[in-house]
C-alpha cells in the first residue's frame, strides 16, 4: 500500500532503528517455515511498540494475536526484568512456534502465552490489571471488543496500541467486514473520553489511545 518514496523511508529509518538480532530475524521467517501466515508487523512497528513501552516505563503488557512471536520479542525486550507480558494466541501451532522464539531471544521467564480465544483470556486476565501497555493484533473484527476491554483496564498514562489501522489503504474503502471492522474500531478510539487517540502513520498504521 506504501507507496515507493514512503516505502524508501521507511525501509531507511528500519534500517537505522530497528536493528534485528539473530532471534528476531528467525522470528521473522519463522512463518514461511511452519506454513503460517507472513503477517508479522514490520521491524519499524517492533521498534516503535517497544518505544512507547520504554516512554512510559511499562512493566506489565497484554498482546493479543501472538502468531510466531515476533512482535512479542521487541515488547518483552522493552520491559524491565522483573516485567511481564501476557500474550494470547488462540491457534496451539502458532504459540509452540512463538514459544521457540521467545527461548531463542532469552525472554521466557518474562513472557506468558495464553493459548485460546482472546475475549475469554481477556475476561481472566482482568484479575492480573492494571495494564500498561494493550497491544492488539488479533482477528479484527474483535477489535472494538478489545479496545473496550483495554480502555476499561489501563492505568492512567497506559498506551492502547493497535495494528494495521490503514488495512493496506482498504480502510479507506472498505471491501468487507474486516475493514468495516477497522473503521468502526477507529471510530470509537476516537471518540472513547476515557483515551487521547490517534494513528501514528508507520507502516500499516498503528492506532494508538493513551489512558487519562
Ligand atoms: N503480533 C504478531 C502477528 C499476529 S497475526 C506479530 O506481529 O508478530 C494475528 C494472530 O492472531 C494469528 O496468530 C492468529 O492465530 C491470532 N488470532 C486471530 N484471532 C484470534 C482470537 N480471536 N484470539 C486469539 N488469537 C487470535
Ligand atoms: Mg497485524
Known amino acids: 500500500m506504501l507507496d515507493d518514496t514512503r516505502q524508501q523511508f521507511e525501509d531507511y ?3 537505522l532503528f530497528a536493528v534485528e538480532d539473530d532471534a528476531l530475524k528467525l522470528a521473522h521467517d519463522a512463518p514461511d517455515y511452519h506454513d503460517m501466515p ?3 508487523v ?14 512510559i516505563g511499562a512493566r506489565k503488557a497484554v498482546e ?3 502468531l510466531a512471536g515476533y512482535s512479542g520479542i521487541w515488547m518483552a525486550r522493552a520491559l524491565p526484568d522483573d516485567g511481564k507480558l501476557y500474550t494470547v494466541e488462540a491457534s496451539s501451532k502458532h504459540a509452540e512456534v512463538a514459544h521457540a522464539s521467545f ?3 532469552g525472554v521466557e521467564l518474562r513472557v506468558e502465552i495464553l493459548r485460546g480465544d ?3 483470556m481477556l475476561d481472566k486476565l482482568a484479575a492480573q490489571g492494571p495494564f500498561d501497555f494493550v497491544f492488539i493484533d488479533a482477528d479484527k473484527r474483535s477489535y472494538a471488543a478489545y479496545l473496550a476491554w483495554a480502555a476499561e483496564h489501563l492505568r492512567p498514562g497506559g498506551i492502547v496500541a493497535a495494528h494495521n489501522a490503514y488495512r ?11 475493514d468495516q471492522a477497522m473503521r468502526e ?4 478510539l476516537a471518540s472513547d473520553d476515557r483515551l487521547h487517540g490517534l494513528v501514528i502513520p508507520m507502516g500499516d498504521g498503528m492506532a494508538v489511545g493513551l489512558k487519562k
Open 13 to 15: 529509518i528500519a534500517d
Open 38 to 40: 507472513q503477517i508479522n
Open 42 to 55: 514490520k521491524p519499524q512497528d517492533g521498534a516503535l511498540l517497544a518505544w512507547l513501552m520504554r516512554s
Open 64 to 66: 493479543l494475536g501472538t
Open 103 to 105: 527461548v531463542r531471544a
Open 118 to 120: 482472546a475475549l475469554q
Open 168 to 178: 493496506g489503504g482498504h480502510v479507506l474503502n472498505p471491501r468487507g467486514e474486516d
Open 185 to 188: 474500531f477507529l471510530a470509537a
